[in-house]
Nanobody, 121 residues
Framework: VQLQASGGGLVQAGGSLRLSCTLS????????IGWFRQAPGKEREFVAR????????YNEDFVKGRFTISRDNAKNTVYLQMNSLNSEDTAVYYC???????????????WGQGTLVTVSS
């Protein structure tokens, strides 16, 4: 399957962005969709996951209630609404699809190209 991530951009600290991940080739409900991010000089890390059954998981080390993951089956798209952004959220955000359970990178087979989020302080 192919995934297209979009919605990144430049935002001031305290602002919001909504990222989109559109899947082509199969119904998005057939997959768990995860969002990951990679900041300059750092390893890629898990942000959020939406399971096929609708269960959401977040990396509570830094999400702390600020992000919401959701799905629109009609648009074959998963969204990541990000509020109260701060400079530490600056990263390239990737979405990925999996038919397995888990938040580890290795559990995801197909990846989008990434969208850059820059938060200015």
């Amino acid at each position: 399957v192919q995934l297209q991530a979009s919605g990144g951009g430049l935002v001031q600290a305290g602002g919001s962005l909504r990222l989109s991940c559109t899947l082509s080739g199969r119904p998005i409900g057939a997959y768990a969709i995860g969002w990951f991010r990679q900041a300059p000089g750092k390893e890629r890390e898990f942000v959020a996951r939406l399971g096929r059954g609708g269960l959401s998981q977040y990396n509570e080390d830094f999400v702390k209630g600020r992000f919401t993951i959701s799905r629109d089956n009609a648009k074959n798209t998963v969204y990541l609404q990000m509020n109260s952004l701060n400079s530490e959220d600056t990263a390239v955000y990737y979405c990925a699809a999996s038919t397995r359970y888990g938040t580890m990178i290795a559990a995801y087979d197909d990846w989008g190209q990434g969208t850059l989020v820059t938060v200015s302080s």
